[in-house]
């Protein structure tokens, strides 16, 4: 069981933040369950209201680029997918992935905050 | 699976075609099968236009992807390696790698720039005078136009017909014009300038109004209208210093006095030889007579017409005249041809062989810059064989060398713009017709150009060491046998050494070729003593001149005067000397049937007595001129031996031939040698009338001098001065320089081409060197372990040269193929030597062997030196 990590510098993070749009949109689409690449685009799609529109090369290179530095990593199909294609392939948020994600989410909020402090944005953000 | 769409079909094609072997089975059909997913949803969603759409995206980021694929290598694959802050570091780095190494570094530099100064350069006059030639406000329907005479050839036009085909609809304008050299007086001193005598709808065609005041208007062209001028803007600045209130001055031009009503803008340039001075038409000395054919004319094509569909129309105007006017126009037609082809067409030749031959040069520069890039990326193997086994990302290795490769290139180029400035100014000084007719010289897309050179080059050149470093494999470079990558980089370097020996020999064929014309063309005889003899052109012109007595008075004076010259030899006038302006007559003998128009014709000149002498020609037969000869004697001419021996049967001493339409006969008395009017014609058929019998007003001096000719040349213009002090005296050259301005064009190529041949084979020898150099070090240990065992040094010595030769002959090969072919480009351009000329490819060949031996015998001596104990121990 490992303790959960404090400020946005721990794990040797500091290389990868921030991270690009891109990459932080497929972490977050992976961190709940796995999914595979087509569903993934469809995720962010659908949880950016369209802003983030990745196409299939930007997808699979950053999956692969995530594979390497082992944040994501290859699962077999949950069984519960009606799978009309045994080839696909399912991707899943490692534990190192999901700290870089939430390293990442901790500066979001540290940043944020000083927007908040100079009244640049509401204080009240929740559910918007 | 429902019938393929092309966008998948194009789609599926990409990711195969694109993306490396290694990484098309997993990423490759992942990407794939969802990009066609995506493809499906876009068009089900928004038809085809979205689909198409999504097809721009999906190739281009899937060309991104690919291009990181290719440069990283294998497996390797980390997220830690993107970003612009990286960017800055990479750069940063790159310059530090640069200037560790400043005899590279400079080296690179310097032969990107030469290589891209080059180009820009030619491309700037490239620009100026084949994609943009004329100033005019629509160059595209602008047309030369004349007629066309009964046995089919291209002619001037007269006065009345113009008249005629202005009222005719065929073209929105047309403008009849005259150029000429026009003799300036009154305030100031006396000038002879280029003038063009213009029809006031000159500046409709052109479309370009004066800056200053207004252009030439209708009614100032009719015979007897007022007389006026527009100068051009740098004549205003120099005769009349910018003066703004030189509206309404008057100036004599031909002794007639004109208003001054306009200046052209600045820069405006006309392809017919600019002028000082717009002139309005009916000033020019020439017959109202309609068959007096003199003028020459440009018109504005109706909207939509092009030349040929306006010539035809033409034509049938001028059979409608023909009809009306029989004796003047029977059977005479017209012809309309596009301005801006013709005057670009002189040109065209030679700026696309230079812009091809410096294209060349690029190459070669480039071929060096990446061999040594690709020589500096193998010595840093060990650096990155440390840093790839420690982790480090291969990817941002190679990024760095593509990031040292592309500053390398972007120093060069701007090195190589800033140098093209100076390339425009040493083409146009090489070549002066170039400035004076076009606008030459470095715009908003010559700068495109050079930049676009400059990008291609960083990303041909730039690629090769990139990729090169990315297919390093750490395990074996630490093995110190770097065996795989090394062989495959040596055989990439080799075979651009091979391209370049070959591009550098067609260069230097091609150079050789132009020099040995040049050399012909300067051992030919003309036929008189070039040596040491003076001219000066004179048009005499207004009341003082108007009787053949004062005409004949005023050039013995002339003569006189000049003859007591301390230093003066000889002196003599000519209607026409040779290598300048010429004048033709139908020769018809006596007694024959006159036929002007299938008459062979002559080149006429009249000449004091005592010319043959003075020119250095000889006296074949019967005597010269009579000195003494006067204006009621009968007149007497002196032909070439050309003439006599082909035009005249029989003996042609004592024989009379027609000089006039009044059928004045003019009686031989002399036969002389011949001469030739330029340097690529043979013997031309000459008539020589005695200039006191037959007085022209148009006559050139010819003073032999006996030193330097141009000491004589102030005393001489004073001499003319002291006769008539209003008499412009202009052009006063030796006429060796007449003689240069006529190969002019194939002087510039020949230097040019010969400078880059050199170059290139000075290149190519740096290329050869650094093979070698690196040939010898790759195998420094075996050759160390060779010497060792006893190996001879000239054994070793050998080895390395046998390599490096037969690179040298692989690209002799190539080269004499390439040569073969290319020298054929060059046939309209050589003069006494054929394109196939087995001396000069000889030469070429031992030149640029001789060049790669010598590059070639450092490194081998350096493989001799090679201390066999330390390389043993040294793993």
Redesign the interface.
């Known amino acids: 069981m490992e303790r959960t990590s404090g400020g946005p510098r721990d794990q040797g993070f500091d290389?990868?933040l921030p991270l690009?749009e891109a990459?932080y949109q497929i972490l977050l689409s992976l961190e709940d369950r796995p999914r595979h690449?087509?569903a993934v685009?469809q995720d962010i799609r659908r949880r950016t209201g369209g802003t983030v529109n990745l196409?299939?090369?930007?997808?699979?290179?950053a999956l692969?680029?995530?594979?390497?530095?082992a944040?994501v990593a290859e699962v077999d199909a949950p069984p519960d997918e009606e799978d009309d294609?045994p080839?696909?392939?399912y991707y899943l948020l490692t534990e190192r992935g999901r700290r870089l994600l939430r390293a990442e989410a901790m500066r979001l909020r540290a940043a944020l905050a000083t927007a908040v402090r100079r009244g640049l944005v509401p204080p009240d953000l929740e559910g918007g | 699976m429902k019938g393929t769409r092309w966008s998948v079909r194009l789609f599926r094609a990409a990711v195969r075609v694109l993306l490396p072997s290694w990484s098309r089975d997993e990423?490759g059909?992942?990407?794939?099968?969802?990009?066609v997913?995506?493809l499906d949803d876009a068009r089900s969603e928004g038809g085809a236009l979205r689909e198409a759409r999504t097809l721009a995206?999906?190739l281009s980021?899937?060309t991104?992807?690919a291009l990181?694929?290719r440069t990283t290598g294998r497996?390797?694959?980390?997220?830690?390696g993107?970003?612009t802050v990286m960017m800055g570091q990479d750069v940063r780095f790159a310059f530090r790698m640069l200037t560790r190494n400043p005899g590279t570094t400079v080296a690179s530099l310097l032969t990107l720039a030469l290589g891209i100064g080059a180009v820009t350069a030619v491309f700037s006059a490239v620009n100026g005078v084949l994609l943009d030639p004329l100033d005019y406000r629509r160059p595209e329907r602008v047309v030369l136009v004349g007629e066309r005479g009964p046995s089919g050839g291209y002619s001037s036009l007269s006065w009345e017909n113009f008249r005629d085909w202005q009222e005719s609809d065929v073209f929105d304008a047309v403008a009849a014009f005259s150029g000429t050299s026009v003799s300036v007086s009154g305030e100031g001193a006396p000038e002879r300038i280029r003038g063009l005598f213009v029809s006031a709808s000159y500046f409709d065609v052109v479309g370009i109004r004066p800056a200053l005041g207004r252009a030439i208007e209708a009614g100032e062209d009719e015979p007897g209208g007022p007389r006026v001028a527009v100068l051009s803007w740098g004549w205003w600045q120099e005769r009349f210093g910018g003066d703004p209130d030189v509206l309404g001055r008057t100036i004599r031009l031909n002794n007639e006095p004109h208003t001054i009503v306009g200046v052209m803008p600045r820069g405006f340039r006309s392809p017919f030889d600019t002028p000082s001075a717009w002139i309005s038409l009916q000033t020019a000395p020439r017959d109202l007579d309609r068959s007096s054919r003199d003028l020459q004319a440009i018109a504005l094509l109706r909207e939509g017409d092009d030349a040929a569909t306006a010539g035809a129309r033409l034509g049938r105007v001028a059979a409608g005249l023909a009809e009306r006017y029989p004796d003047a126009n029977e059977g005479w037609g017209a012809w309309a041809i596009r301005l801006d082809g013709w005057v670009s067409g002189r040109y065209r030749p030679l700026l696309l062989g230079l812009l091809a031959a410096v294209a060349v040069l690029l190459l070669i520069a480039g071929a060096n810059v990446a061999g040594l890039q690709l020589a500096r990326t193998e010595a840093r193997t060990r650096e990155l064989a440390v840093r790839a086994a420690l982790g480090g990302s291969r990817g941002r290795l190679v990024r760095q060398l593509l990031v040292e490769n592309g500053l390398l290139v972007a120093l060069g180029g701007a090195l190589g713009l800033g140098l093209s400035f100076f390339g425009v100014d040493g083409l146009v000084a090489l070549n002066p017709g170039l400035d004076a007719f076009f606008d030459v010289g470095v715009d908003g897309r010559v700068l495109a150009a050079g930049v676009g050179v400059t990008s291609l080059v960083a990303l041909g050149f730039g690629l090769l060491p990139a990729l090169a470093a990315g297919r390093l494999d750490p395990g074996t470079l630490l093995a110190g046998r770097g065996g795989a990558t090394g062989r495959r980089g040596a055989r990439a370097r080799s075979a651009l050494v091979v391209g370049q020996v070959a591009l550098s020999l067609a260069l230097l064929v091609s150079a050789g070729l132009l020099v040995r014309s040049m050399m012909a063309l300067g051992r030919v005889d003309p036929g008189f003593d070039t040596d040491k003899l003076l001219t000066a052109e004179f048009r005499l012109t207004g009341e003082r001149y108007d009787t053949p007595d004062e005409i004949v008075a005023f050039f013995d004076q002339v003569v006189d005067r000049i003859a007591k010259l301390p230093g003066v030899e000889g002196v003599t006038t000519a209607q026409h000397l040779p290598f300048g302006d010429r004048g033709t007559i139908p020769f018809i003998l006596e007694g024959t049937e006159p036929d002007l128009d299938r008459a062979p014709r002559v080149e006429l000149s009249r000449i004091m007595p005592g010319y043959v002498k003075v020119m250095g020609m000889k006296l074949l037969r019967g005597r010269g001129l009579d000195a003494d000869a006067g204006l009621d004697d009968p007149v007497e001419a002196v032909v070439g031996e050309t003439t006599a021996r082909e035009l005249v049967p029989g003996d042609a001493l004592g024989r009379s031939f027609y000089i006039s339409e009044d059928l004045r006969v003019a009686r031989i008395v002399g036969v002389v040698s011949d001469v030739s009017l330029s340097l690529t014609e043979g013997p031309a058929r000459s008539v020589y009338l005695n200039q006191r019998q037959d007085p022209s007003a148009f006559a050139s001096l010819a003073v032999r001098t006996g030193g330097e000719p141009m000491q004589l040349a102030r005393p001489v213009r004073e001499a003319v001065w002291s006769v008539d002090p209003d008499q412009p005296v202009w052009e006063v050259m030796p006429i060796q320089d007449r003689m240069a301005a006529t190969v002019a064009g194939q002087r510039f190529g020949m230097t040019l081409l010969s400078f880059f041949g050199v170059l290139a084979a000075l290149l190519a020898a740096v290329g050869i060197y650094g093979v070698m150099a690196h040939t010898v070090g790759a195998r420094t240990r075996e050759l160390g372990v060779r010497l060792a065992l006893g190996a001879m040094e000239g054994r070793v010595l050998r080895l390395v040269l046998v390599r490096a030769a037969t690179l040298v002959a692989g690209g002799v090969v190539v080269g004499l193929l390439l040569a073969w072919w290319s020298a054929t480009l060059l046939d309209s351009l050589l003069f006494g030597v054929t394109s196939r000329d087995p001396l000069t490819f000889a030469a070429a060949v031992v030149l640029l062997a001789t060049v790669a031996f010598l590059a070639a015998w450092l490194p081998a001596r350096r493989a001799t030196r090679v201390d066999p104990v330390r390389t043993l121990q040294d793993t």
């Open positions: 290389a990868f690009s990459v690449g087509y685009i196409t299939a090369s930007t997808l699979y290179g692969k680029r995530l594979r390497g530095d944040l294609d080839r696909r392939r | 990423l059909s992942q990407v794939e099968s969802t990009g997913r995506l995206r999906e980021s899937l991104a992807l990181r694929e497996d390797e694959s980390s997220l830690g993107e970003g």
